[in-house]
């Protein structure tokens, strides 16, 4: 298995900008997490996903801030408009029947940079 | 609320020597812990977990780490450090009681740096 790609791997944008970061999770997998890292904030969990269907939201930190996930294979992150502060690498993660029991397997993360 | 501590955001030790890595946890409930590995500019990989079977936890890479109840810790090590031992170690704990709650709560991570 390929594991759980992101992409892009790295975006630099403009405060004000529309910015969508992809991720497919691991097949099979029925949860899917995205975090953001930050030097200040550390990892903080943002959403997660199970079966496709949103179950906790309570970490997104705006409205400014909206997540997808139309079937198995595929999620998205989108930050509209994005501002400075938003700069952070994301990560995607997915596991199998829970992530507080079972491992998380993360994507290589989004570096995202906004102006 | 679950949380973890993790003393030392920075940690240096030569080759062959001795790692330890703190790890301190707050919990009402029995808690589930874990150690996660970040290579620089990688995601994050399991090192080990503990879900109330044995203390003592043995992981990848020659980590293992021990429940100690009384002392509310998890703390990480390795008895001979790698160079490619070098990277960041999170401690994290689940949320809610037996993991019921999907979600880690990440501690603040310490950057291994190892010395040859």
């Known amino acids: 298995d390929a594991g759980v790609i992101q992409s892009p791997r790295h975006e630099v944008t403009e405060m004000g900008q529309e910015v969508t970061l992809r991720c497919k999770p691991i097949?099979?997998?029925?949860?899917l997490f995205w975090y953001r890292q930050t030097m200040m904030r550390g990892l903080e969990l943002l959403i997660y996903f199970n079966n496709n269907v949103p179950i906790d939201d309570s970490g997104m930190p705006e409205d400014r801030f909206s997540a997808k996930m139309p079937n198995a294979s595929f999620s998205t992150l989108k930050i509209q408009p994005s501002e400075p502060r938003d700069s952070a690498v994301y990560f995607c993660?997915?596991?199998?029947?829970?992530?507080?029991?079972?491992?998380?397997?993360f994507g290589p993360g989004t570096r995202l940079t906004v102006l | 609320a679950q949380s973890v501590t993790q003393l030392g955001s920075h940690v240096s030790v030569s080759e062959g020597a001795l790692v330890l890595l703190r790890c301190n946890y707050s919990s009402s409930v029995p808690p589930y812990l874990f150690w996660y590995v970040q290579y620089p500019n990688q995601g994050l990989q399991l090192l080990l977990k503990?879900?109330?079977?044995?203390?003592l936890v043995k992981g990848i890479n020659g980590f293992e780490a021990e429940f100690k109840k009384s002392e509310t810790s998890f703390h990480l090590t390795k008895p001979s450090a790698h160079m490619s031992d070098a990277a960041e170690y999170f401690c994290?704990?689940?949320?809610?009681?037996?993991?019921?709650?999907?979600?880690?709560?990440f501690g603040t991570g310490t950057l291994l740096a190892v010395q040859p």
């Open positions: 993660a997915s596991s199998l029947a829970g992530g507080g029991l079972n491992e998380q397997f």
């Open positions: 994290a704990v689940s949320e809610g009681y037996g993991g019921a709650t999907n979600k880690l709560i």
């Open positions: 097949s099979g997998h029925d949860y």
């Open positions: 503990y879900t109330s079977a044995a203390t």
